[in-house]
């Protein structure tokens, strides 16, 4: 098991992801996580109403008419492309980590947000929509999006150092489009098949 870890980590950080970086990310992340449940479970009852009649009215919608999946691959893409390019641009200022590590922050507002909430409104059956309804295309854009982040973070922190620097950019570049690639991928899975999945399961919100 130590050599597969050992292996892992090598490769790893021949792509430029170290632990260190990894570890600053996911620490962001789950502090931002942890704030997303106070939030919600201190929320007041009217705004938790006015949730539960939006998502009561998406899974009705979904059930009785789908949704336009070309329309949902179009946003998600677009998303995605917006995050990347903020991203790429912060790495580039030396002051752009501080950015970062608070677009992780926020990232884990915003998914504990989505958790705390489904798992307060619909409890054992939040499991049913976290598994059909995020996991497949989580399981493609949650690394390629931690890995990027690491990437960019790192980059900014050696900005100054100008040795290799023109090396360095164009291999930021290829590393964002094999990310990138990914990110479409994991679209591609929530535009055209989770929402057939969860309509499967809307009937039960």
């Known amino acids: ?20 970086h990894c570890l600053w990310i996911m620490i962001a ?3 931002g996580f942890v704030a997303s449940a106070v939030f919600v ?8 109403q006015e949730l539960s009649i939006y998502l009561q009215d998406f ?14 691959c ?45 798992c307060k409104q619909y409890g054992i059956k939040s499991l049913l929509f976290f598994l059909l309804g995020m996991l ?4 493609l854009l949650a690394p390629a999006y931690l890995f990027f982040l690491v990437l960019v973070l790192r980059f900014s922190l050696l900005l100054r150092e100008k040795h290799e620097l023109k090396r360095r950019v164009v291999s930021l570049f290829a590393k964002t489009a094999v990310l990138f690639a990914l990110m479409l991928m994991a679209t591609l899975l929530q535009a055209y098949v989770e929402p057939a999945l969860i309509g499967l399961i809307a009937g039960m919100f």
Request: include cysteine; aromatic fraction near 22%.
């Open 41 to 48: 479970f201190t929320m007041q009852d009217t705004v938790c």
């Open 29 to 31: 992340f789950g502090l």
């Open 74 to 118: 179009k946003t998600g893409i677009g998303m995605n492309f917006r995050n990347v390019l903020f991203l790429l641009l912060c790495s580039f200022l030396i002051i752009g980590a501080f950015f970062i590590v608070g677009f992780s922050v926020l990232g884990g507002f915003v998914h504990g947000f989505t958790f705390f909430f489904f």
């Open 1 to 20: 098991m130590r050599t597969k870890k050992h292996w892992l980590w090598d490769y790893l950080e021949g792509w430029g992801i170290s632990y260190e």
């Open 59 to 72: 899974f009705h919608n979904i059930a009785e008419s789908g949704t336009d999946s070309a329309v949902l």
């Open 136 to 139: 497949p295309h989580y399981t």
